[in-house]
């Protein structure tokens, strides 16, 4: 009876221990492998999408620069092309094209508006050609939060 259960000071036993002490053992080695391999492949991920975003960022960055500088320097021209040297608006008209030309050259602007010191809309682009031009005109067809009388 005692003939196929070894007792457990047996060669075999100890060799069952071993075998199980080693693949327990080199599971925990897969598994701390696999950890290092892991974290190690998400740092270098990380570094690579850090300076993916970073260089995209600068790109955008200087691009942007460019395009409020061309934008300052349109508005720059505008000023001096619809004002006179005393600041004040030139002939209706001519400011009116001006302004129409303007807004053909700049295909981002959509709406453009020149308004007094005091905050009176003098010209906008939102009004027909008809209404721009004259005073009369203009303060006529104008709704009535643009069309407030001057002072």
Request: aromatic fraction near 10%; proline fraction near 5%.
């Amino acid at each position: 009876m005692t003939g196929s259960i070894r007792p457990a000071g047996t060669p075999a036993a100890v060799a069952g221990r071993y075998i199980t002490a080693g693949a327990l053992a080199l599971a925990i080695m897969l598994i701390v492998y696999l950890a290092a391999f892991s974290w190690n492949t998400w740092s270098q991920q990380k570094k690579a999408t850090f300076e993916y975003l970073q260089t995209t960022a600068e790109v955008e960055s200087r691009a942007l620069n460019g395009f409020f500088r061309h934008s300052a320097q349109s508005l720059k021209q505008l000023r001096q092309s619809i004002f006179d040297s005393d600041g004040q608006l030139i002939d209706r008209t001519r400011a009116y094209d001006a302004l129409q030309q303007m807004m053909k050259s700049e295909p981002d602007w959509l709406v453009a508006y020149v308004a007094s010191s005091n905050g009176q809309i003098e010209l906008t682009t939102r009004l027909p050609k008809a209404a721009a031009p004259s005073d009369s005109t203009w303060r006529s067809r104008a709704p009535a939060s643009l069309a407030s009388p001057r002072p």
